[in-house]
């Protein structure tokens, strides 16, 4: 049996610090009529933190769930700032993005902080995107497979007896944003690779795990990408600040669905 058949694809838009004001709810509004029309792909979007209840909002009474684009670990205390997971949980948000590159440079994210974040989501029930992907240098010095296994070991056992559903983003830095998105041969054999770990780690997880690609996925290449094997879906960051775009990367992915076989539903 073709396993990526039993995993419904996720397309998940990360719109980073955009649409924080009053254009993150009419986005959301948009994003909502795709989900109206596509019953066979999961349509998760990741607002700014002001823009989070004004999104879930809109999205009431529709399959499309809102994620965080980070958490806090702590679940309470002072720390001002920062957001903790049963906060998100309790506003209505149903999944978050951990460990995304930006943080992990911008903010000296270590996998360590990663784990404990996740750890803190998992924790209050939210379903947790967990990015990894290697930098430009890491990827020339062939350093690709060790990069992302060192950052997915740090959070093997707490992904391996999650009660939620989770995914995990391969986000090769070098891809992001710059327009430039790695080749499917590229893509499919670190998605491989994953695949492998999780099934040593928990054959469950491997299965049911979701495995998106992210780092300037577009409508045009959206095809290729999401016809790798190994490929459930992807994370969207640019091309998801605009309905149409987001939309056609939806409609590619459920294209793809019905060009396989008949899915169940998600992880
Ligand atoms: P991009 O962003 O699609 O603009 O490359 C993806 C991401 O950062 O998650």
Wanted: proline share 5%; with cysteine.
């Amino acid at each position: 049996m073709n396993l990526k058949t039993s995993r419904t694809p996720l397309i998940a838009g990360n719109w980073k610090m955009f649409h924080g004001d009053h254009s993150g709810p009419e986005l959301a509004t948009e994003c909502v009529k795709i989900a109206r029309v596509t019953v066979d792909v999961e349509i998760v979007i990741a607002p700014p933190y002001t823009a989070l209840a004004a999104c879930i909002a809109e999205s009431r009474e529709s399959s499309m769930a809102i994620a965080a684009q980070d958490v806090h670990s702590p679940n309470q205390g002072a720390c001002t700032g920062e957001i903790s997971a049963e906060t998100l949980k309790a506003i209505g948000c149903c999944w978050v993005i951990l460990g995304h590159s930006e943080r992990r440079r911008i903010f000296a994210e270590s996998d360590e902080l990663v784990a404990e974040k996740l750890d803190a989501a998992l924790g209050a029930g939210l379903k947790p995107i967990v990015c990894v992907g290697e930098t430009l240098a890491e990827r020339d010095a062939g350093k690709t497979r060790h990069v992302v296994h060192s950052q997915l070991s740090a959070v093997s056992r707490l992904l391996a007896n999650a009660s939620v559903p989770v995914a995990i983003a391969y986000e090769p830095v070098w891809a992001i944003g710059s327009g430039k998105s790695a080749n499917p041969k590229e893509i499919e054999n670190v998605h491989q690779a994953i695949r492998g770990w999780l099934t040593e780690w928990d054959p469950k997880l491997a299965t049911t795990a979701r495995i998106l690609y992210g780092g300037s996925v577009d409508p045009d290449d959206a095809a290729s990408v999401l016809a790798c094997p190994n490929v459930d879906g992807a994370l969207v960051g640019t091309a998801s600040l605009q309905a149409a775009s987001f939309a056609a990367i939806v409609r590619v992915a459920s294209t793809s669905v019905t060009h396989t076989a008949p899915r169940k539903s998600g992880a």
